[in-house]
């Protein structure tokens, strides 16, 4: 083969053999004996229709495929959008502990108080809009799924199992646990 400008040979180098078909069992390129033999047309026909098939087959299976694949790409993103703030979102949430405690102090200077805790309920809902919910703990049954007990108290006052005190407010990022409640429970000792 004569190379004309160098694209003969950049065409070959660049072929996609992966999806190639697969070569042909030589019977349309062989010479025909010289007794006029032939296969039967019959014969050729079956093995034309059996290798449409098997591509037919081929064709629908790398389909298949590639709907499952697109369909779990839109899905990764989904979840990657939905999910992406949660990691800046968990980096606030020490911030909302410090407001928290802060609200907590009896002060007697009024006007810094009512500043704070206007800061305080501004970023609640920036943080409510990107999908941000506090745990319920104080007074709820224990439920280890959204709460972490640091200690078990011995009590009559309340039902075995509730939550008596919350230490730390548990978040969620729409139904994903952020991090849980840290609680103090109730154990009757009677029970």
């Known amino acids: 083969m004569a190379k004309t400008n160098g694209r003969q ?15 042909g069992d030589g019977a349309e390129n062989a010479p025909h004996t010289a007794g006029g033999e032939s296969s039967s047309p019959e014969s050729e026909l079956q093995k034309i229709k059996a290798e449409r098939d098997s591509l037919l087959d081929r064709l629908a299976r790398m389909q298949a495929e ?6 779990r790409t839109v899905k990764e993103q989904q979840e990657f959008r939905d999910y992406a703030a949660a990691d ?5 949430l020490p911030v909302l502990d410090s407001f928290e405690r802060a609200l907590q102090v009896k002060s ?33 049954p224990f ?19 509730q ?16 991090r849980p409640a840290m609680v103090k429970v109730a154990r009757n000792p009677g029970k």
């Open 9 to 23: 040979e950049v065409e070959k180098t660049n072929l996609d053999l992966e999806h190639e078909l697969p070569p």
């Open 66 to 71: 590639f709907e499952n694949a697109r369909r």
């Open 163 to 178: 939550v008596i005190e919350e230490l730390q407010r548990g978040y969620k990022l729409k139904d994903r646990l952020l």
């Open 108 to 140: 007697d200077a009024a006007e810094f108080r009512s500043g704070v805790d206007l800061i305080y309920k501004q970023l609640q809902t920036a943080l409510g809009k990107l999908s941000l919910q506090s745990i319920a703990a104080k007074g709820e």
């Open 88 to 92: 800046t979102i968990k980096s606030l």
């Open 143 to 161: 439920d280890p799924r959204y709460h972490e007990a640091i200690e078990m108290v011995d009590t009559t006052e309340v039902p075995d199992h």
